[in-house]
């Protein structure tokens, strides 16, 4: 048996200002790997890809992995990355030879010229190869298009935000593959969305409606579905299918398909008042996190949630509104994460571990989209670590996956500990923090710039979450952006009932 295995991942934020470029498909801006390199990295980890690989070696199969790239969410896919990536992942499946191809995608890629990168890339593989059956993984995010499914022989997406079960919607979408190639089950498939933009803030799969709704898609298999997969979606995309969608294989049996489609379309409509994020202003969300009570002896963190700049979600991470006005309120024993600025790395950096400096930091990348503006922050402090920034995910969220911030600091400014980091990483794992010599266990107040993903890493132990409207392209208020070609009318953008 010989399997094609490939990867090609990235979340766009069309409001985002950060540039996709083909080096940012790789740790530390190396570009995509590829081959021995690709396998290596990947084979062990909880990622789509891994599951691929250990199904593949479980098999006996021969592995072909033509290229494996994943980027970080920013703004749309520079074309000659996107044509680098699909031609690499066409040329290898035109020299054919394959019993199955097995992808590791996101669903929701927009490139300069393209709504649905995946899509086009699934035509283009179904106009080389006609017959070799294509499993697809996609993130919950994913905005979903015609052209994913009438190309792919099956798909199912993560049923976890965090998503902490990418490994297991790879092994699915492979057993399933590997099962139709044996002939056992034929899959058919049935998807639909829903006008809705179910807000990020309100995806966490902790909380009502999406729990119930991932967990009515689980408990599909005892309904005769061999996947069912409900996406929330990523509003942050001014593109027409942006928004809620659902996929439901079955072993043949296109009406069950349908059926099932329908009832989790309508759970989820129904619940849409559920999916509306009720905003605070960011002075009040400071002044009630300061008046929480002391901290105990065992309590974790309480978490400041800069939910509008997470670099996860597209963000330029260098907005420094949220943290201004935590120094402005006189917060101590915090632990800010992080600051993206590479030249203000290199100032603290040349001035060595334990020199005091004065920095400007972050503000510095425009953000044209939104009408809302963050200026650099001037702090001064002790530069209390450097590092290199490299350090392994402890899971649950991409376990054992390498990570690389590029060159990074601690600053201490006595009340606050600033790390200031030089490549995007949201804080989803202990280990960004921890490499850095700080423990949020022993932190009063952690700021993380992230939305649901820190729950992965931090979730367990933090004693409170206080979520502080701040400035970025991942603004939790739609109004401050501009969709012009989202399908109208759309829920809760102008539909009633809001
Ligand atoms: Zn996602």
Request: with cysteine.
């Given at each position: 048996m010989r399997l094609l295995?490939?990867?090609?991942?990235?979340?766009?934020?069309?409001?985002?200002?950060?540039?996709?470029?083909?080096?940012?498909?790789?740790?530390?801006?190396?570009?995509?790997?590829?081959?021995?390199?690709?396998?290596?990295?990947?084979?062990?980890?909880?990622?789509?890809?891994?599951?691929?690989?250990?199904?593949?070696?479980?098999a006996?199969a021969e592995?072909?992995?033509?290229?494996?790239?994943?980027?970080?969410?920013?703004?749309?896919?520079?074309?000659?990355?996107?044509?680098?990536?699909?031609?690499?992942?066409?040329?290898?499946?035109?020299?054919?030879g394959f019993d199955g191809i097995?992808?590791?995608?996101?669903?929701?890629?927009?490139?300069?010229?393209?709504?649905?990168?995946?899509?086009?890339?699934?035509?283009?593989?179904?106009?080389?190869?006609?017959k070799t059956p294509?499993?697809?993984?996609?993130?919950?995010?994913?905005?979903?298009?015609?052209?994913?499914?009438?190309?792919?022989?099956?798909?199912?997406?993560?049923?976890?935000?965090?998503?902490?079960?990418?490994?297991?919607?790879?092994?699915?979408?492979?057993?399933?593959l590997l099962?139709?190639m044996r002939?056992?089950?034929?899959?058919?498939?049935?998807?639909?969305?829903?006008?809705?933009?179910?807000?990020?803030?309100?995806?966490?799969?902790?909380?009502?409606?999406?729990?119930?709704?991932?967990?009515?898609?689980?408990?599909?298999?005892?309904?005769?579905?061999?996947?069912?997969?409900?996406?929330?979606?990523?509003?942050?995309?001014?593109?027409?299918?942006?928004?809620?969608?659902?996929?439901?294989?079955?072993?043949?049996?296109?009406?069950?398909?349908?059926?099932?489609?329908?009832?989790?379309?309508?759970?989820?409509?129904?619940?849409?008042?559920?999916?509306?994020?009720?905003?605070?202003?960011?002075?009040?969300?400071?002044?009630?996190?300061?008046?929480?009570?002391?901290?105990?002896?065992?309590?974790?963190?309480?978490?400041?949630?800069?939910?509008?700049?997470?670099?996860?979600?597209?963000?330029?991470?260098?907005?420094?509104?949220?943290?201004?006005?935590?120094?402005?309120?006189?917060?101590?024993?915090?632990?800010?994460?992080?600051?993206?600025?590479?030249?203000?790395?290199?100032?603290?950096?040349?001035?060595?571990?334990?020199?005091?400096?004065?920095?400007?930091?972050?503000?510095?990348?425009?953000?044209?989209?939104?009408?809302?503006?963050?200026?650099?922050?001037?702090?001064?402090?002790?530069?209390?670590?450097?590092?290199?920034?490299?350090?392994?995910?402890?899971?649950?969220?991409?376990?054992?996956?390498?990570?690389?911030?590029?060159?990074?600091?601690?600053?201490?400014?006595?009340?606050?500990?600033?790390?200031?980091?030089?490549?995007?990483?949201?804080?989803?794992?202990?280990?960004?923090?921890?490499?850095?010599?700080?423990?949020?266990?022993?932190?009063?107040?952690?700021?993380?710039?992230?939305?649901?993903?820190?729950?992965?890493?931090?979730?367990?132990?933090?004693?409170?979450?206080?979520?502080?409207?701040?400035?970025?392209?991942?603004?939790?208020?739609?109004?401050?952006?501009?969709?012009?070609?989202?399908?109208?009318?759309?829920?809760?953008?102008?539909?009633?009932?809001?």
């Open positions: 295995i490939a990867m090609m991942k990235h979340e766009t934020n069309t409001f985002s200002p950060v540039p996709t470029p083909l080096g940012r498909f790789g740790r530390g801006g190396r570009g995509p790997l590829a081959g021995d390199a690709a396998i290596a990295f990947y084979r062990g980890t909880g990622t789509a890809t891994g599951a691929y690989l250990d199904l593949a070696a479980a006996g592995i072909v992995l033509p290229i494996a790239g994943e980027a970080p969410p920013s703004g749309p896919v520079e074309e000659a990355a996107y044509r680098h990536m699909t031609d690499t992942i066409c040329e290898a499946i035109a020299r054919g097995m992808l590791d995608l996101h669903g929701a890629m927009v490139t300069e010229s393209l709504e649905d990168g995946e899509g086009a890339l699934l035509k283009r593989i179904r106009s080389i190869d006609a294509v499993a697809v993984a996609l993130d919950m995010h994913a905005n979903l298009y015609d052209d994913i499914i009438r190309n792919a022989t099956v798909v199912a997406g993560y049923r976890t935000y965090p998503h902490v079960d990418v490994y297991e919607t790879g092994k699915l979408a492979g057993e399933i099962r139709a002939g056992e089950v034929r899959p058919v498939m049935a998807w639909g969305n829903v006008p809705m933009l179910p807000h990020v803030m309100r995806q966490g799969t902790a909380d009502h409606p999406n729990k119930q709704l991932q967990a009515r898609c689980a408990a599909m298999s005892g309904d005769g579905a061999l996947a069912a997969s409900l996406f929330t979606g990523f509003p942050h995309a001014d593109i027409s299918n942006a928004g809620l969608s659902v996929v439901v294989v079955t072993d043949g049996d296109r009406s069950r398909a349908e059926r099932l489609r329908d009832e989790l379309l309508k759970q989820a409509w129904d619940d849409r008042e559920a999916f509306v994020y009720q905003l605070e202003p960011l002075e009040k969300s400071v002044a009630r996190a300061g008046a929480l009570p002391p901290k105990q002896a065992g309590d974790g963190p309480i978490v400041l949630l800069d939910h509008y700049d997470n670099c996860a979600s597209g963000g330029t991470m260098d907005t420094t509104v949220v943290l201004a006005e935590i120094l402005r309120q006189g917060l101590e024993d915090v632990a800010a994460f992080a600051i993206y600025d590479p030249a203000a790395v290199q100032q603290a950096i040349a001035a060595g571990i334990g020199a005091e400096v004065t920095l400007s930091i972050g503000g510095k990348m425009a953000m044209p989209q939104i009408p809302a503006e963050s200026p650099p922050l001037t702090v001064t402090g002790i530069v209390k670590t450097i590092s290199n920034g490299r350090y392994r995910n402890l899971g649950p969220m991409g376990r054992g996956v390498q990570m690389d911030m590029g060159p990074s600091v601690v600053l201490d400014t006595g009340k606050v500990e600033i790390a200031l980091i030089s490549r995007h990483q949201e804080p989803h794992d202990l280990n960004c923090l921890l490499s850095l010599g700080i423990d949020p266990m022993q932190k009063r107040y952690v700021m993380l710039k992230s939305r649901i993903h820190w729950r992965a890493g931090l979730g367990a132990v933090a004693k409170a979450v206080v979520e502080c409207a701040g400035v970025g392209v991942c603004t939790s208020d739609y109004s401050q952006l501009s969709f012009k070609k989202v399908r109208r009318p759309i829920f809760p953008l102008d539909l009633p009932n809001r």
